[in-house]
Nanobody
Framework: QVKVVESGGGLVQPGGSLRLSCAASGRIGVIIAMGWYRQAPGKQRELVARIISGGSTNYADSVKGRFTISRDNAKNTVYLQMNSLKPEDTAVYYC?????????WGQGTQVTVSS
């Protein structure tokens, strides 16, 4: 059974920081890429950041320069360091794992940016 478990969400004031973590376990096969998506109320789910096995990354324009994605291949874990958070970053953040067996999603973690 494959598990994808996120952690690190919460409430933070504008300008603050949060670090999200996501660990994949089980018979997941070879991981091609890991990433983070988010979905705000009334909006479509959108890509935030993605990192492939070779280390290349891509980011949504709205988070470039503020968010950093990183990965620990040995632990099948991906991180999202979020700095200079804005109210418009408020959303449920979902971890995404693209593997040779299938694509997997976490259950989501809420990030709320509010004063």
């Amino acid at each position: 059974q494959v598990k994808v478990v996120e952690s690190g969400g919460g409430l933070v004031q504008p300008g603050g920081s949060l670090r999200l973590s996501c660990a994949a376990s089980g018979r997941i096969g070879v991981i091609i890429a890991m990433g983070w998506y988010r979905q705000a109320p009334g909006k479509q789910r959108e890509l935030v950041a993605r990192i492939i096995s070779g280390g290349s990354t891509n980011y949504a324009d709205s988070v470039k320069g503020r968010f950093t994605i990183s990965r620990d291949n040995a632990k099948n874990t991906v991180y999202l360091q979020m700095n200079s958070l804005k109210p418009e970053d408020t959303a449920v953040y979902y971890c995404y794992v693209q593997a040779t067996t299938a694509d997997y999603w976490g259950q989501g973690t809420q990030v709320t940016v509010s004063s």
